[in-house]
């Protein structure tokens, strides 16, 4: 205890006397001054009328009539010029200059004379004050004696007062909250309206990227923001868009003009970036994005599929780049005046049953909220896994409730018959791998591209692949031209070509030897013959094909086309000296052109005399019949029987022709007039004027004029769920079409969700156009807490 050092007592200085002392006089001063809440207080106008609160911001514009809930009284507003003019004829009980203006001149504006009831009102108390203060001025003041002495105490008092409070509140439509954090308030709604607008920026960018296919981000070490002013490093389509957006738009360039600096300071201090830094520029926003495009892109397609009732499903597979086996889910539905056919799903198969297919759509279709028992019917390929009878994909199906019809894909049927007859015999096999070979040889070598150029500048031969369905049409129609015309053909160009390479004595021996051996079979009639032929059937097989792969064809024009076609093909087999006067039409011409070139070439005009094999004359010379009358008479007929066969064709053909009403109906149908032929629309729809044979209009006309209610209610069902009924499913070819360019080489570890998102906006460009930007943000808003600070209000 005697260690204890004693406390010394510290004194106040002078100065902090005097601030204790003046603090208390404050306190003491402010008990007897109002509280801040007092200024504040206001009754509500849920007591007066709805005429009084539509008149409000209007009372600066006196005068105007104002009307009570309670007593009805109509006001007459009062003012300087109005009353002075009409004082002697009113005969107011009043002075009005001394009833309307103060001392100091300024006006009452809230004063007002009722002349019906000959009464003075303040309107403000009228509109704003609580039914239960006892205020004479919501009633009416006629104590015209002392009226002078009533305005006065009536202005100075503390109903009025309130009711002024309230006016001007109420003006302002602002709370109490609101005007004390009057500022805050309106500072974050800027900011929120900022940042939303950059958002609004980068989602219409990212719908410009998803649109076109093309990869959004480039090597991960340059995505970071501090590193964008850097303009020798490539950081991706996005970022690199970005930055040359934000170059002409003030608002974008302010955001990443920010976001480097903020980024820099985060990065040279050491910290980790992103933590607390929202840029908008993130992969994670991207991600975001895409997820919230694909999720409205899914939901609009679901709407209309639940809509319209019945569908149809397509589905097909490929395999990507990844080697991974890609299943395309086509849905098609009749949406108000338009057949629509939607990707509805890109998934990534495991197994490829039937069992395995059916459970993945029922996947996809519970993930969408669609009914599978609404499905009427599926289009696949041929093959077994699909169309098996106990266990394909259409047998599982139907198992699971779904009343639907199977329809294998038209357009496989049609182009597997024409590659089958491409393929097996031995001059059609000869023809198109002759096209196929000197398209690649010339493309071989740039030196014989070079002299290609030189004959034909602007255009080039076309190879023969394995997966487009067209590639022999059209190789076959840049070589030849169209069937029995020879102005487009590229023949001459081709077999000048070929004889200016083997002539070269330059060029290599080899090389030369193959296009010797070209040339030569270009020049044979038999090849010419045989172009021509196919020329004439893919006149018609080409048509329709290209029809078959349209977006919403009709189920009957189809087999109405398909039919027709047919016949057609039988027709023209009959008639082959029309197909051998074409042929003999363009050796004549090509050989008329080589002439006027001065060439050497010369184009056969007829097939090679063929030396008769010794035994075989002589089994034929056995069947001759020794009579010399009886050989005479065969010598006879066998120099009349070409004339005699053309004649028989002929009247066989007008039987036939005059007695097939098939025949009638298709010749006075328009599907194969030859100035339609080479002009087919990508996209099926509607004939301008309506047609009573197009299935579309009818059915089409039953809605316009809303008959299907109670006319024909039938009809329109059945017209429905023919147009529902897939005839085909290259709907999913054309998917697989984007997904070779949006999957590529350089894109082959992109995750299946990402896949899918960007397959989504690619192919349902409409929809990802006509998706609302502020409902996209809106959505992204809910991802994080950070986000709905940022971009809600």
């Excluded at 849905?331 to 057949?339: A, D, L, M, N, Q």
């Excluded at 395995?356 to 093959?383: M, P, Q, R, W, Y």
């Excluded at 001759?624 to 053909?653: C, G, H, M, R, V």
Aim: glycine share 4%.
């Amino acid at each position: 205890m005697d260690d204890q050092q004693p406390k010394i007592k510290k004194f106040k200085s002078g100065h902090e006397k005097r601030l204790e002392k003046q603090k208390q006089l404050l306190i003491e001063q402010g008990k007897t001054c109002m509280k801040i809440n007092n200024f504040f207080k206001f009754s509500t106008t849920s007591e007066t009328s709805d005429n009084i609160e539509q008149n409000v911001n209007s009372i600066k514009k006196l005068p105007l009539p104002i009307e009570h809930q309670t007593i009805g009284l109509e006001i007459e507003i009062l003012n300087k010029n109005n009353v002075g003019q009409n004082e002697q004829n009113r005969d107011i009980p009043f002075t009005s200059n001394r009833a309307f203006y103060r001392y100091d001149g300024s006006k009452r504006i809230w004063l007002t004379y009722s002349s019906k009831h000959s009464a003075l009102f303040c309107s403000i108390c009228l509109a704003f004050g609580s039914v239960c203060d006892k205020n004479t001025f919501t009633v009416g003041v006629n104590d015209w004696r002392h009226i002078y002495q009533r305005i006065e105490e009536h202005e100075k008092s503390k109903t009025h007062g309130n009711s002024v409070n309230a006016y001007f509140l109420k003006n302002s439509s602002s709370s109490i909250d609101q005007l004390l954090i009057y500022d805050q308030c309106n500072l974050r709604k800027k900011q929120v309206d900022e940042k939303r607008q950059v958002l609004t920026r980068i989602i219409n960018i990212i719908k410009m990227i998803g649109k076109r296919g093309f990869s959004y981000r480039g090597t991960s070490s340059n995505e970071a923001s501090y590193t964008l002013n850097d303009h020798t490093i490539d950081h991706g389509t996005f970022l690199e868009t970005v930055i040359l957006l934000s170059k002409y738009d003030p608002i974008l360039r302010l955001h990443v003009d920010s976001s480097i600096e903020k980024s820099k300071l985060c990065h040279n201090s050491g910290s980790k970036q992103g933590d607390s830094t929202l840029t908008f520029l993130s992969k994670t926003t991207v991600g975001y994005i895409l997820d919230t495009c694909s999720s409205m892109i899914k939901s609009s397609i679901s709407k209309e599929v639940i809509e319209a009732g019945l569908y149809s499903i397509q589905l097909d597979t490929t395999q990507d780049t990844s080697i991974s086996d890609q299943c395309s889910i086509i849905i098609r539905y009749v949406s108000k005046f338009s057949v629509k056919e939607r990707l509805l799903a890109m998934v990534k198969c495991k197994s490829s049953t039937g069992e395995a297919f059916v459970e993945l759509l029922l996947n996809v279709l519970k993930t969408a909220n669609i009914d599978i028992l609404n499905c009427v019917g599926n289009s696949t390929d041929g093959a077994a896994n699909m169309q098996g009878q106990y266990r394909g994909f259409s047998a599982k199906l139907s198992e699971t409730g779904a009343t639907q019809l199977h329809i294998w894909c038209y357009a496989h049927v049609l182009n597997l018959v024409i590659y089958d007859v491409t393929e097996n015999k031995v001059e059609a096999l000869s023809l198109f791998g002759l096209l196929n070979s000197c398209a690649v040889f010339i493309r071989e070598s740039y030196k014989r591209m070079d002299i290609w150029l030189e004959k034909c500048s602007n255009k080039r031969l076309g190879t023969i692949g394995q997966t487009r369905w067209w590639a022999k049409d059209i190789a076959l129609l840049k070589t030849f031209g169209h069937f029995n015309e020879q102005e487009n053909s590229l023949y001459i160009e081709l077999i000048t070509t070929l004889e200016e390479i083997y002539t070269d004595s330059n060029i290599k021996s080899d090389i030369r030897y193959k296009s010797k051996g070209l040339l030569e079979s270009l020049c044979k009639y038999e090849t010419i013959l045989t172009a021509q032929t196919f020329l004439r059937i893919f006149k018609y097989t080409t048509y329709l094909s290209k029809y078959l792969q349209t977006r919403g064809l009709d189920l009957l024009q189809a087999h109405r086309m398909v039919t027709n076609i047919i016949s057609s093909i039988k027709d023209i087999s009959r008639d082959f000296s029309a197909t051998k006067e074409a042929a003999n039409k363009f050796v004549q011409g090509a050989n008329i052109k080589l002439e006027s070139l001065e060439s050497n070439l010369t184009v056969e005009d007829s097939f090679p005399e063929v030396r008769q094999h010794p035994q075989n004359f002589k089994e034929i010379s056995r069947q001759i019949p020794p009579n010399s009358l009886e050989k005479q008479e065969l010598q006879d007929f066998a120099i009349k029987w070409e004339t005699l066969s053309q004649i028989l064709t002929k009247e066989y053909y007008n039987t036939k022709s005059n007695n097939s009403s098939d025949k009638e109906d298709y010749e006075n149908n328009d599907l194969i007039d030859e100035t339609i032929l080479d002009n087919i629309p990508q996209e099926s729809s509607c004939c301008k004027s309506s047609d009573k044979k197009c299935h579309i209009c009818c059915f089409f006309v039953l809605v316009r004029y809303n008959l299907y209610t109670n006319a024909y209610p039938g009809l329109y069902l059945a017209y429905k769920l023919s147009l529902t009924l897939s005839v085909s499913q290259v709907s999913c070819e054309r998917s697989f079409s984007k997904l070779k360019h949006v999957k590529t080489s350089i894109r082959s570890t992109l995750s299946q969700q990402n896949l899918e998102t960007l397959m989504l906006m690619s192919v349902e460009k409409v929809i990802l156009m006509d998706l609302d930007n502020n409902d996209i943000i809106n959505k992204i808003s809910t991802k994080s807490d950070l986000l709905k600070k940022v971009l809600q209000y």
